[in-house]
């Protein structure tokens, strides 16, 4: 289970690299960059987590908290933004949930979710059989 966690923790430190390499330009040419930044700031952030915790950690504890807040926290994210337009809208710390984050956020969770329910289920003592 070790290996996957950090393997997960490799794809999701290239998948926000990659959307912020997207994204950043393309708010940028429309202007809309300076509303919105501090998403940009979160998904680098995850990303330097991720890719600290998939290559340099030297314990599986930090690929396991990564995987699971990326889990938890980006699904819960995910849904909550179907009904909402975003958080702190109207501040420099806005970030705003349209269908592309929401989609992406979820898209990241749920193998997230899937690693974690597999190793809890994987831990579950067995009841004998009779």
Same mark, same amino acid.
């Given at each position: ?10 794809? !999701? %430190?290239? !998948? ?46 930090? %690929? ?6 990326? =889990?938890? =926290?980006?699904? %819960? ?54």
């Amino acid at each position: 289970m070790e290996r996957l966690y950090r393997r997960y923790c490799q794809a !999701a %430190a290239v !998948a926000f690299v990659l959307v912020t390499l997207y994204t950043v330009p393309t708010k940028h040419l429309q202007g809309r960059l300076a509303h919105d930044w501090a998403h940009s700031v979160l998904h680098l952030c995850s990303a330097l987590l991720a890719a600290y915790a998939g290559w340099r950690a030297t314990s599986p504890a930090p %690929a396991r908290a990564v995987t699971w807040a990326i =889990g938890v =926290g980006y699904f %819960a994210l995910g849904c909550y933004g179907w009904f909402t337009p975003g958080l702190l809208l109207g501040t420099p710390l806005a970030i705003p949930l349209g269908v592309p984050e929401n989609l992406f956020h979820l898209l990241l969770s749920v193998p997230a979710l899937a690693i974690v329910l597999l190793d809890l289920r994987s831990a579950r003592p067995r009841l004998p059989e009779h």
